[in-house]
């Protein structure tokens, strides 16, 4: 009966979960009716390999309101402010040290905001560059209809072969654990964000206290859109006009940026993870098993394949974005193996105390 309860979540998941596997919506090009001004804040900690064109296409905006440029640089040791070169709209800002309490991007974009003074307030990181035309459309969907908060899934970099096997799932992911149509509905109580990209009203971030309320966000991004939806409306949407440059060229640096932040994910708790383990067993898992281990042309065979062909259907979006062949859908049970071993590590590592690392900062191991 197992592999007839994995049918049934498919056909959830697939009608019942917010559409999750559509991969949209994206946001096509736009121009705002009005243009108020924007200071863009750009949290930078060693990416002086990337940071030269990230900053030269945010000053390249074709927007009609003011735009400026806030680089904070979070004690960098390998010359990230220097790197960004110098403009009359970019102002760069040596951070200070990070209280405790405080997450490292986290404390950087507070002192971003504490400079700022525009209404609207762009949050993006320091790999990602910008189409000309992404900041006009960010602040149209904005105000049509009107939102606190648009954020984005940028592309992300799909070029070396773990790239191609592992990103397009991450992604998809992501989409099943925040469907982005029930994020963006405002009835709808599950918030998320993608933080590569947030634009956000400074009186939404007014309202909630500031960055302050969510100062130790490991996910900062998801943290905050949960603050913003208690009393505002979110928009979630994948970009055409933004695309990260950072290389993924290894597996091994695909498991590092996996293992550290999905024990985070899931709150720490053991019994969370359990229950993870144990739901992407029932989802990716049982239909492979029915096909390859039951009788051939039993019930239990076709009921198999049409619960794995369920799950690599919906993979196809993703896959289409990516422009990957429809064929690497059939790797997805295998691909979830990697992604939940990678699940388990990040507890090990929690539980050894060596929590998440990133630019040599360490978070949130077990006491």
Same mark, same amino acid.
């Given at each position: 009966?197992?592999?007839?309860?994995?049918?049934?979540?498919?056909?959830?998941?697939?009608?019942?979960?917010?559409?999750?596997?559509?991969?949209?919506?994206?946001?096509?090009?736009?121009?705002?009716?009005?243009?108020?001004?924007?200071?863009?804040?750009?949290?930078?900690?060693?990416?002086?390999?990337?940071?030269?064109?990230?900053?030269?296409?945010?000053?390249?905006?074709?927007?009609?309101?003011?735009?400026?440029?806030?680089?904070?640089?979070?004690?960098?040791?390998?010359?990230?402010?220097?790197?960004?070169?110098?403009? *009359?709209?970019?102002?760069?800002?040596?951070?200070? /040290? =990070?209280? @405790? +309490?405080?997450? $490292?991007?986290?404390?950087? &974009?507070?002192?971003?905001?504490?400079?700022?003074?525009?209404?609207?307030?762009?949050?993006?990181?320091?790999?990602?560059?910008?189409?000309?035309?992404?900041?006009?459309?960010?602040?149209?969907?904005?105000?049509?209809?009107?939102?606190?908060?648009?954020?984005?899934?940028?592309?992300?970099?799909?070029?070396?072969?773990?790239?191609?096997?592992?990103?397009?799932?991450?992604?998809?992911?992501?989409?099943?654990?925040? *469907?982005?149509?029930?994020?963006?509905?405002?009835? /709808? =109580?599950? @918030? +998320?964000?993608? $933080?590569?990209?947030?634009? &956000?009203?400074?009186?939404?971030?007014?309202?909630?206290?500031?960055?302050?309320?969510?100062?130790?966000?490991?996910?900062?991004?998801?943290?905050?859109?949960?603050?913003?939806?208690?009393?505002?409306?979110?928009?979630?949407?994948?970009?055409?006009?933004?695309?990260?440059?950072?290389?993924?060229?290894?597996?091994?640096?695909?498991?590092?940026?996996?293992?550290?932040?999905?024990?985070?994910?899931?709150?720490?708790?053991?019994?969370?993870?359990?229950?993870?383990?144990?739901?992407?067993?029932?989802?990716?898992?049982?239909?492979?098993?029915?096909?390859?281990?039951?009788?051939?042309?039993?019930?239990?065979?076709?009921?198999?394949?049409?619960?794995?062909?369920?799950?690599?259907?919906?993979?196809?979006?993703?896959?289409?974005?990516?422009?990957?062949?429809?064929?690497?859908?059939?790797?997805?049970?295998?691909?979830?193996?990697?992604?939940?071993?990678?699940?388990?590590?990040?507890?090990?590592?929690?539980?050894?105390?060596?929590?998440?690392?990133?630019?040599?900062?360490?978070?949130?191991?077990?006491?």
């Amino acid at each position: 009966m197992i592999v007839f309860l994995a049918l049934l979540v498919w056909l959830y998941l697939i009608f019942l979960h917010g559409k999750f596997w559509e991969s949209g919506p994206e946001l096509k090009a736009a121009r705002p009716l009005t243009a108020p001004d924007v200071d863009i804040i750009v949290p930078a900690r060693d990416e002086a390999a990337l940071i030269g064109p990230v900053i030269a296409s945010l000053l390249a905006q074709d927007y009609a309101g003011a735009v400026r440029v806030i680089l904070v640089d979070d004690n960098s040791a390998d010359g990230t402010a220097a790197a960004a070169a110098t403009h *009359p709209r970019l102002t760069i800002i040596t951070g200070a /040290a =990070k209280p @405790a +309490g405080w997450t $490292g991007k986290l404390w950087a &974009l507070a002192q971003g905001v504490e400079a700022s003074t525009a209404p609207l307030l762009l949050f993006t990181d320091a790999d990602i560059t910008h189409d000309p035309r992404h900041l006009a459309t960010l602040v149209a969907r904005l105000n049509t209809p009107r939102v606190d908060m648009a954020s984005e899934m940028v592309r992300l970099n799909c070029i070396s072969w773990p790239e191609r096997l592992l990103i397009p799932a991450f992604v998809y992911f992501f989409q099943l654990l925040y *469907p982005f149509a029930r994020v963006n509905n405002p009835r /709808a =109580k599950l @918030a +998320g964000a993608a $933080g590569g990209t947030v634009l &956000l009203r400074r009186e939404a971030l007014r309202r909630i206290g500031g960055l302050a309320c969510i100062k130790g966000a490991l996910i900062d991004d998801v943290a905050l859109a949960r603050a913003v939806k208690k009393g505002g409306a979110l928009y979630l949407g994948h970009s055409g006009l933004a695309q990260s440059i950072r290389p993924y060229p290894h597996t091994a640096d695909i498991w590092a940026m996996i293992t550290r932040s999905a024990f985070t994910q899931l709150n720490y708790s053991a019994l969370t993870l359990a229950g993870t383990i144990l739901g992407l067993a029932l989802v990716w898992f049982v239909a492979p098993c029915a096909i390859l281990f039951s009788g051939f042309l039993s019930w239990r065979f076709f009921i198999g394949l049409v619960t794995y062909g369920l799950g690599a259907l919906s993979f196809f979006p993703t896959l289409q974005r990516y422009n990957q062949p429809k064929a690497m859908a059939l790797l997805l049970p295998g691909i979830a193996a990697f992604y939940m071993a990678a699940t388990l590590a990040s507890a090990v590592q929690y539980w050894r105390g060596t929590g998440a690392t990133w630019k040599k900062r360490a978070y949130g191991g077990a006491t």
